[in-house]
């Protein structure tokens, strides 16, 4: 064979091999997550979730990958467009995780038995090594909307450099979707958890 051309062969296979993305290697260029649907309360205790006045979401998750942080920020959609968002709580995480993501929210009484205008919106990152946790009040939707929450309907995977849509609250009318937040964008009102993955200096301002 002309050396030239053994040559030529050899540096692109160099070339491809190095453009190789390998979870598992070190010269990753992206980690995976894999994100399964769960539940707060489960078997019998399943049935304290309403007298609690609880609407609750909670996926499991598993990440193996370079970034260092998990988090997660929420959106509110109504008719078709972004009118928030905010990031809510990151941990810290050194590239491996696995855990739970959890969610509830509460809607309040007033004294004279008229809904509050907002709702108590309460998030749990779980791992093996402890919880954090976060307690916000979101502006409530008409109170006139029907509501039900959306879970994530089979388990997803993902780029660490992707978000993911994890569980939703809808307020009025909606369309049936694939997706949950494609689900939001069709929704009169739509609350929107997500959870992404982050290094310090990738950390977004919202």
């Known amino acids: 064979m002309n050396r030239k051309i053994y040559v030529l062969i050899i540096g692109v296979f160099i070339f491809m091999s190095g453009c190789t993305k390998t979870i598992d290697g070190d010269y990753s260029e992206f980690g995976t997550a894999t994100i399964t649907p769960s539940s707060l309360f489960q078997r019998d205790t399943k049935r304290l979730e309403p007298h609690l006045g609880l609407t609750t979401g909670c996926v499991k998750v598993k990440y193996k990958g370079n970034k260092k942080r998990i988090s ?47 709702m108590v919106m309460k998030t749990v990152i779980m791992g093996k090594s402890g919880w954090n946790s976060s307690t916000k009040f979101i502006d409530r939707f008409d109170k006139s909307y029907s509501r039900r929450p959306v879970s994530l309907p089979k388990e997803i995977e993902l780029k660490d450099d992707e978000e993911a849509a994890v569980w939703a609250y809808l307020g009025g009318d909606y369309e049936h979707k694939n997706k949950i937040e494609d689900m939001a964008k069709t929704a009169d009102w739509a609350l929107v958890l997500k959870v992404l993955f982050e290094n310090p200096e990738e950390e977004k301002n919202y």
């Open 72 to 118: 997660c920020k929420y959106e509110i959609w109504e008719k078709g467009k972004l009118i928030d968002e905010s990031g809510i709580m990151t941990n810290v995480i050194d590239g491996k995780y696995d855990g739970e993501v959890s969610i509830s929210l509460k809607e309040r009484l007033l004294d004279n038995l008229e809904w509050a205008p907002t």
